[in-house]
């Protein structure tokens, strides 16, 4: 799956010596120009992976309340693998993240769709609640990233 580059003018990363530092990443499909809002926006199997954390379950009355941040979890986690990638790292690379969340309460399911991409120790993190500076009000989480990669 594609996700392409950011929509406005700005660099998705920027090597600086031995890190790599990444724009906020938010769940907007470039193609569609339209925020993730189900779990029929993301890849199968990213869905099969959801599936033993409970999400995904096909019972609409749950899915429809936790299918928009779990399914913008994984999106924009997956945009920061596939950028680490890019630049010649991995995940556990990837030392420090700053999640912005429209409603503290998404971080809980953000946090179990994390461990999908952090196994072992998470990384640095701070949680921010914000109520604008978003793209859109369907956009309800932005993260930025920062890698060590030391030169080889």
């Not at 926006?41 to 941040?69: C, K, N, S, W």
């Not at 912005?100 to 946090?111: M, V």
């Amino acid at each position: 799956m594609s996700m392409g580059k950011p929509m406005a003018n700005y660099a998705a990363a920027k090597r600086v010596g031995d890190f790599v530092f990444m724009s906020g990443v938010v769940a907007v499909n470039p193609a569609t120009r339209s925020a993730v809002q189900s779990y029929d926006d993301i890849p199968e199997a990213a869905r099969e992976a959801l599936r033993p954390l409970g999400y995904v379950t096909g019972q609409m009355t749950v899915d429809i309340f936790e299918a928009p941040i779990v399914a913008q979890s994984w999106f924009v986690l997956e945009r920061i693998r596939q950028i680490a990638a890019e630049h010649g790292g991995t995940m556990a690379d990837v030392v420090k993240l700053v999640q912005y969340f429209r409603q503290l309460s998404h971080y809980a399911p953000y946090n179990r769709v994390r461990g999908l991409f952090y196994p072992g120790e998470p990384p640095v993190s701070t949680v921010v609640e914000v109520s604008r500076f978003m793209p859109g009000d369907e956009v309800l989480i932005e993260v930025e990233a920062t890698m060590y990669l030391p030169a080889r």
